[in-house]
């Protein structure tokens, strides 16, 4: 941390953390899930070598980062950036202390996954009756029964199951399946492995409804139910998604209201896109009303190829300078995240999205 403040202008350097008691309710530590290797890379257009999937990910391992989401057991024919997912999950070094959980879209994939190594998955869905009808032709309730049966094997092999959420902007179907797969305006059933129909778990935050706020309110209740739902099978944690990028503290504000009453905030956490700047200020809504995991991408990897112009994920570099500035612990070294940054936007030839690198001069 120190180094990283060396590279910032004199003023900066001067200016303190300010004291959670001066800045509101707010933890005094948060969990960082990376999440860069599996849904930051899997909008790349090119394949990224499985060497260099792997050299990001042992990098991340050494910054501090206490989970690390490495890949996504899906179908290759959809998703053929994460193909090699076995050889990652594989190849890395994985150190005491770091979780490498993997996205897994139904039973198959689960088991693929666990036969490779994986200790810990996750899984997704929508907290929309229509949403679900159009992409896996059933309702809600029907989508949980699949669910269960990844439930049901996790806890015959004790492995940890979370749940993510995405948001389904404006009822525009634009992505489906979450940062994890990507199939707008076709059935779901197709993208699963094996052509088994792909089981939700990633739920829908909904919170741009373009600033509708009757809208809002409905479909945050309706997570809420879901979400209480996931809880009650069995999922240690849910991380709700702005995975478009068009919500604002406002609606933040509105989402978790609804959700907390349903979900304790222990087992929340948030998924923030980008694409309007606003992902830190949401980020911070929800760490006052006492979330302590957020996700996060390094370099600000990821983006919904639905919507023009979104951007990726919030970077991760500049989540914990804002938390540093905060006085709340990560235990995450800037500068070796930074440098990694630096790593995975040499090898993908492009400059990264954090702004606290680009101020640094990294790249």
């Not at 009757?214 to 709700?240: F, H, N, T």
Request: charged fraction near 15%; aromatic fraction near 4%; hydrophobic fraction near 45%.
């Amino acid at each position: 941390m120190a180094a990283a403040r060396r590279l910032l202008p004199r003023w900066a350097r001067a200016l303190r953390p300010i004291s959670a008691a001066a800045a509101g309710a707010l933890p005094a530590r948060v969990k960082v899930v990376e999440v860069g290797p599996r849904d930051g890379l899997q909008n790349e257009q090119s394949i990224v070598p499985t060497a260099v999937k792997i050299g990001l990910i042992d990098r991340l391992s050494h910054t501090g980062l206490p989970v690390i989401e490495a890949t996504s057991f899906v179908s290759p024919r959809w998703v053929p950036q994460m193909a090699d997912h076995t050889e990652v999950m594989q190849g890395i070094k994985k150190l005491p202390g770091v979780s490498y959980p993997v996205l897994t879209p139904n039973l198959k994939g689960f088991q693929a996954a666990v036969a490779a190594g994986a200790k810990e998955v996750s899984i997704f869905g929508a907290a929309s009756e229509l949403f679900t009808k159009k992409n896996i032709n059933c309702s809600i309730e029907e989508s949980l029964e699949r669910f269960s049966e990844v439930m049901s094997a996790a806890r015959a092999a004790s492995i940890p199951v979370r749940g993510s959420g995405l948001a389904d902007a404006d009822g525009g179907f634009r992505e489906v399946g979450g940062p994890g797969v990507f199939c707008a305006q076709r059935n779901l059933s197709h993208c699963a492995p094996g052509g088994n129909a792909l089981l939700p778990a990633q739920w829908a935050s909904s919170l741009g409804e373009r600033h509708d706020k009757a809208a809002l309110s409905v479909r945050a209740l309706a997570l809420g139910q879901v979400s209480k739902k996931m809880y009650s099978m069995g999922c240690y944690e849910i991380s709700l998604g702005d995975t478009i990028g068009i919500g604002t503290p406002g609606s933040m504000r509105e989402m978790l209201t609804a959700v907390m009453k349903e979900v304790p905030v222990g087992a929340l956490a948030v998924h923030c896109h980008d694409t309007y700047g606003q992902a830190l200020a949401n980020i911070l809504v929800a760490l006052q009303m006492g979330v302590s995991v957020v996700d996060a991408s390094v370099a600000g990897l990821g983006g919904c190829p639905y919507a023009k112009g979104a951007s990726g994920n919030v970077a991760t570099e500049d989540l914990v300078y804002m938390l540093n500035g905060l006085g709340i612990h990560t235990g995450v070294d800037l500068q070796k995240l930074m440098d990694t940054g630096t790593f995975i936007c040499n090898a993908l030839n492009r400059r990264t999205n954090s702004k606290v690198s680009q101020a640094s001069c990294r790249l």
